[in-house]
């Protein structure tokens, strides 16, 4: 059996709180202090949703980049290809050598990257992409759990800080706020009473 949260009335409560300890004479608070009290509040809400938040941009982000590596790893493959020229040192700093390959018929050629042990005449794996053409490995699906898990932080960061900067720099007002008050009713209490005349 579940209970049900009555989301509504909870909500109804804690706004007719908040408005009677704003009225109540037994708890006198400033406008200042209203104002700073709600900026707190909106703040600690923005802190507490903001992880529900990333986390759902960061299970959308781990769909997205599955669903990418999955056609990757369903499209790709290897083949056998034979090196035909000596392997030479490229200023890309790898090791570079023209490869040829047969895939069901299908001759290829190029220029692509080998191991430094790859020698004239031995066979390298080269991925192949649909199309035939030589094409870079696919990622593997750890890579998708990386790219949701960062989306996840960088939103939850992005948050918390703009919490954090909306708060001390909405702090920063009200307590300059406050001092210039401070200062007016300072200033007020200095001035000299004129007598009245008869």
């Known amino acids: 059996m579940s209970a049900a949260i009555p989301l509504h009335d909870s909500w109804t409560r804690l706004v007719r709180l908040w408005l009677l300890l704003l009225r109540s004479p037994r708890r006198p608070m400033r406008l200042l202090g209203r104002y700073e009290t709600l900026l707190r509040i909106v703040v600690s809400l923005a802190v507490v949703l903001a992880v529900p938040v990333a986390a759902a941009i960061g299970t959308a982000a781990y769909t997205s980049q599955a669903a990418r590596i999955q056609t990757e790893q369903a499209t790709k493959f290897v083949v056998d290809a034979t090196v035909t020229t000596p392997p030479v040192w490229t200023p890309a700093r790898r090791f570079e050598a023209t490869v040829q390959w047969n895939d ?3 001759e290829g050629i190029g220029i692509l990257p080998v191991p430094r042990s790859a020698a004239l005449g031995k066979d ?11 094409t870079s490995a696919p990622p593997r699906l750890a890579a998708a759990a990386l790219a949701g898990l ?5 939103v939850l960061a992005g948050i918390w800080l703009s919490a954090w900067l909306l708060l001390r720099g909405g702090g920063w007002l009200l307590s300059r706020h406050r001092s210039t008050g401070w200062a007016q009713q300072w200033r007020n209490l200095g001035r000299p009473v004129a007598e009245e005349c008869p």
């Open 104 to 106: 069901n018929g299908r």
């Open 124 to 134: 390298v794996p080269v991925w192949v992409g649909p199309d035939g053409a030589p």
């Open 150 to 154: 960062g989306a996840s932080l960088v």
